[in-house]
């Protein structure tokens, strides 16, 4: 099975490409055009503009608080390969981690803040002993892709 999330990054991308858009239009209408009157709806052109700021920069960091991540996945072959970076305004390192699908040893899943924050850590078993991954971060995956993840994931850890 071969998977990534590619669609659910590019939708996020895109929103926040839109989000842009309107801000900058805001930022257009207001200050350069003067074309919104000021009060509008009873607040004035500061309060408004504090306001889709802080909006603006909530939703523009919002998927690098959560983690979002460009997951690929893949257990064709004789190894289990999961590729990953950030997905947010600021962009990462790409990493990848490939392990034998017999020297595979099993992985845990971690939630933080409300189970908003998921992630997995993988297990290798080597001579010297068990290595453990750093956590890939599965947030922006669907629960529908998480479920394929650990359902593949479980078909290579050993029964204990």
Avoid: H
């Avoid at 055009?33 to 009060?39: G, L, N, T």
């Avoid at 509008?40 to 504090?50: A, C, F, N």
């Avoid at 080597?126 to 994931?153: H, M, Q, W």
């Amino acid at each position: 099975m071969t998977f990534d999330n590619s669609r659910t990054i590019i939708s996020l991308r895109i929103k926040l490409f839109g989000a842009t858009v309107i801000f900058l239009t805001y930022i257009v209408l207001t200050y350069i055009a003067r074309i919104i009157k000021y009060p509008l709806l009873g607040m004035s052109e500061t309060v408004w503009t504090l306001i889709l700021v802080c909006l603006y920069l909530f939703f523009a960091f919002l998927p690098m608080f959560l983690n979002y991540q460009y997951f690929f996945f893949s257990d064709e072959g004789e190894k289990i390969v999961i590729r990953y970076f950030p997905a947010g305004i600021v962009g990462g390192r790409k990493n990848s981690i490939e392990i034998n699908k017999k020297t595979f040893s099993g992985y845990k899943t971690e939630s933080k803040f409300f189970g908003l924050i998921l992630s997995i850590i993988l297990y290798q078993q080597l001579k010297e002993g068990v290595a453990r991954y750093p956590s890939v971060y599965i947030s922006a995956l669907s629960g529908e892709e998480r479920t394929k993840v650990f359902r593949t994931l479980n078909l290579y850890t050993p029964q204990k």
